[in-house]
């Protein structure tokens, strides 16, 4: 059989074909191959799988889809202590597979606004991506899809999928993932993370269906000059214009979401001026503290961390309280049995992951009186551990001037990189 390889490549090429209105045939007997598996093997996959009783869960999925008679076992029973089961293992290789076909198939396609799950795009992207646009906007409009309560339109999707799609049994086979709540069981992935929760096919599903916002929007936008960005089911849009002509604009996207694409998003959708700070994606778009910020050209927007963001942090991870008007650093007691290295990789993870997220951020050096309380914590936690001062646990560990744990010859140190602003190139 071809080469997976080659086979993505062949469709994202013929899918820009005709003016991009190509049909793609036979999709559904590229997943008799088993190096397609193989391909869309996740790195982080199954190290406890024998590569033998793979093969074998491969041969038996294969020789169900060639009769037709397989079937997703239902989101809403899977449990994580039966993520090595051979049924689960099939579905998520299954999936990762469609996935990779989808992929190859729709990113040619994809809006340059539309940033989530895509190779080379990311949170961060998105947030550029609508900074760059924002100067002289005035009004702003949010919105962003609540999981527990929207669904989508399933036989909607499927003809969507019939646009560049001519291949009954694929979509039959994706339908049944869909039956099976497979795309109702996503959720935003969180803003510090960005890791997708829900069914491995949800994010690409929800990119397609939301394809069609994206060209809706950019139909607008070559009009009234609007800026747009989304990232997954989160979006926002700036306009130059007054109010009542944002308002205008706001009913009419609602009214597009929900004849056209069967949505309700009328309570996630928010009107701000730009002056007062519109969110995104756990940012902040203020106007820039600037002289000549109120040019004739209009306002100039940054990204800035919330207030108190930090602090948040703070209690979310259990690394302090506040009393009497102070932080105080707290031991993190579910740590006190774990060993030296596990305990370091632990608070360097949590930071990592909050300075990660807002180092685009114009006040990200604020994240320093987080980082102080942060390893104050550290301290109090392995003091806790081996029952003896906190003063003489930094002593202890004091390698030059940083902090860090030496375990088989190797040295990890406790976080403590300049927090400065990333670049704005992307």
């Known amino acids: ?55 074998a869960i491969i041969s038996q999925l294969i020789a169900e889809l060639r009769n037709e008679q397989y079937q997703p076992q239902p989101a809403k029973q899977r449990s994580f202590s039966e993520r090595f089961a051979p049924v689960m293992i099939a579905d998520q290789l299954l999936q990762l597979a469609i996935k990779r076909i989808l992929e190859s198939i729709y990113d040619p396609l994809f809006s340059e606004d539309s940033h989530g799950a895509r190779s080379g795009r990311n949170c961060h992207t998105a947030l550029l991506h609508i900074r760059k646009q924002s100067r002289g906007k005035i009004w702003w409009i949010t919105g962003e899809l609540n999981p527990s309560i929207q669904s989508f339109n399933h036989h909607l999707l499927i003809q969507l999928l019939q646009k560049k799609i001519r291949d009954d049994r694929f979509l039959r086979l994706i339908r049944k993932f869909l ?25 690409i599903l ?18 009234n000059r609007q800026a747009y960005s989304r990232y997954l089911d989160t979006w926002i849009i700036g306009f130059k214009g007054s109010k009542k002509e944002a308002i205008q604009f706001q009913k009419t996207l609602n009214q597009y979401l929900h004849e056209q694409l069967q949505l309700n998003v009328t309570d996630e959708m928010k009107l701000y001026h730009g002056k007062k ?48 008007g102070q932080w105080k650093a707290l031991a993190v007691k579910k740590l006190f049995m774990q060993d030296d290295q596990t305990i370091i990789n632990w608070y360097n993870a949590t930071f990592r992951r909050l300075y990660d997220h807002y180092q685009l951020a114009t006040n990200v050096s604020r994240l ?10 550290w301290g109090k936690t392995m003091a806790n551990k081996y029952r003896t001062q906190k003063a003489k646990i930094f002593a202890k560990y004091r390698i030059g001037k940083r902090i860090g744990v030496k375990h088989q010859g190797m040295i990890t140190y406790l976080f403590d990189e300049s927090l400065r602003k990333q670049s704005d190139a992307y």
């Open 368 to 377: 320093r009186s987080a980082r102080w309380i942060w390893k104050l914590s």
């Open 1 to 55: 059989m071809q080469k997976p390889e080659e086979l993505l490549k062949i469709l994202s090429t013929n899918t820009v074909r005709n003016d991009g209105k190509w049909r793609h045939k036979d999709l559904y007997r590229q997943l008799y191959n088993p190096a397609l598996y193989q391909l869309a093997r996740p790195k982080w996959g199954y190290p406890k799988i024998d590569p033998n009783r793979l093969s």
């Open 179 to 203: 039956n099976a709540g497979f795309l109702e069981e996503w959720h935003s992935p969180s803003p510090l993370t960005g890791r997708l929760q829900g069914g491995l096919l949800s994010p």
């Open 277 to 324: 700070g519109v969110p995104f994606l756990g940012y902040q778009l203020a106007y820039a503290k600037s002289p000549t910020n109120h040019a004739s050209e209009g306002p100039i927007y940054q990204l800035w961390m919330p207030k108190r963001k930090e602090f948040e942090f703070i209690l979310e991870y259990g690394l302090g309280k506040l009393e009497a």
């Open 206 to 223: 929800l990119n397609i269906y939301l394809h069609e916002l994206d060209q809706w929007i950019f139909a607008q936008a070559r009009e």
